[in-house]
């Protein structure tokens, strides 16, 4: 889901008959003739896209020409690197122990709002978006570097609007609330 889990169960989201039709009004407020549409998602899991895509910019740097000795973007790189695995890890391990789904279309059944949460709506987004963009500065490389650019785009404009709609869907006015207090990104 959107990353973002919380410790309210879902149930307890919608506290009266009424909640849905709330819910549907607070994500609709074009015209009530004409429902807000769907966003489709996208059908690549993040993860395997991500993969993808680095190993896409590791053969286009292979064609270059690039020295290959150790210089300070190395240990740059390897550090964001590190830094991106670190707080994508650690948000899973938190969707894990609060024992929500992972899975940008599946349902969320809990909303987490503590660290990392608390600064940024997506860091398993952010943390793969630095670790992809860590192998770029790593590596020197201006053709590694079209890697984040489309996992970015990819995650910002195709994934992320899915989850936010279905856990405002579900969340409601709290999910609202969240948005306005935390940033997408950072």
Do not use: C
């Not at 973007?73 to 994508?88: Q, Y």
């Not at 987490?112 to 940024?120: L, N, S």
């Amino acid at each position: 889901m959107d990353e973002t889990s919380t410790t309210t169960p879902s149930g307890s989201a919608s506290s009266g008959s009424s909640a849905p039709s709330s819910n549907a009004s607070a994500t609709n407020t074009s015209n009530a003739n004409y429902p807000a549409p769907v966003p489709s998602g996208f059908p690549i899991p993040p993860p395997f896209l991500a993969l993808l895509l680095l190993a896409g910019g590791l053969i286009l740097h292979s064609f270059s020409r690039a020295p290959r000795t150790v210089f300070a973007h190395h240990v740059l790189g390897l550090l964001l690197v590190v830094g991106g695995v670190l707080i994508a890890a650690f948000a899973a391990a938190l969707f894990r122990a609060r024992k929500t789904t992972l899975n940008p279309q599946g349902e969320a059944t809990v909303f987490a709002v503590e660290m990392p949460y608390t600064f940024t709506r997506n860091p398993m987004y952010l943390g793969t978006t630095l670790v992809l963009f860590g192998f770029a500065v790593f590596f020197a490389s201006i053709a590694m570097l079209l890697a984040p650019i489309a996992y970015f785009v990819v995650i910002d404009r195709m994934v992320i609007p899915l989850e936010e709609y279905n856990l405002e869907r579900i969340f409601g006015a709290q999910y609202v609330d969240y948005k306005t207090r935390v940033r997408r990104w950072l």
